[in-house]
């Protein structure tokens, strides 16, 4: 089932059931979800591709804030494939984007659970040159990563993903207020732990 999925590439710059009910986004956009569900249900594979590009960027933002870079493209592909192979056991169609959203947060904890330990770089590792852009990048995932859920999310889809908060609350269910709020305690939270970091930084060296 593979070639359902359309191949994309997401560059980030800088087991789900059918019990629960599930986030309802904005009727418009709900609507359509789900007439592009039932027509996937039907076969349709380009409708579930269509799906995909309105979603990907999503999932690849709310995993890529639970887990390491290198996993994330193939993580995105098994949130799409758990979908498009659990199609008919989301009862309400248009319900969709709540439901992925779902899946993609249980993969994410299936992944630390089933995840070997890997030996960890010393952090005064000494860096250079793009090496060192590439350890700055990270400190700040690090750093979202470390904010409470509702931050760590709205801010990796709009700082990392690009996503505007009309796109953020539409994508994801939340209220357009509930955005504005979640990007703007979360931008003060990331900025104090980044200066933060920082100042522990040139203390030690």
Request: glycine share 8%; no cysteine; net charge neutral.
């Amino acid at each position: 089932m593979s070639d359902v999925l359309p191949s994309v590439e997401l560059v980030a710059d800088g087991g789900a059931q059918a019990g629960p009910r599930f986030v309802r986004l904005p009727d418009g956009q709900a609507a359509y979800d789900g007439r592009l569900v039932r027509a996937a249900r039907n076969g349709d594979h380009a409708a579930f591709s269509s799906l995909y590009e309105r979603y990907a960027r999503v999932v690849h933002g709310l995993l890529l804030a639970r887990v390491g870079r290198d996993n994330v493209e193939d993580l995105v592909q098994d949130v799409f494939l758990t979908a498009w192979r659990r199609l008919d056991d989301l009862r309400d169609p248009a319900a969709f984007g709540g439901w992925l959203v779902m899946i993609t947060r249980h993969r994410a904890i299936d992944f630390h659970r089933q995840r070997a330990e890997l030996v960890e770089l010393p952090e005064n590792l000494p860096v250079r040159g793009v090496a060192a852009e590439r350890a700055e990048a990270h400190a700040a995932l690090d750093a979202i990563r470390a904010l409470p859920d509702a931050y760590r999310d709205t801010l990796m889809l709009r700082l990392v993903e690009g996503l505007s908060g009309p796109e953020i609350a539409m994508r994801t269910g939340l209220t357009p207020a509930s955005v504005r709020v979640n990007l703007h305690r979360g931008m003060k939270l990331l900025r104090e732990k980044l200066q933060k970091a920082s100042g522990t930084e040139r203390a030690t060296t």
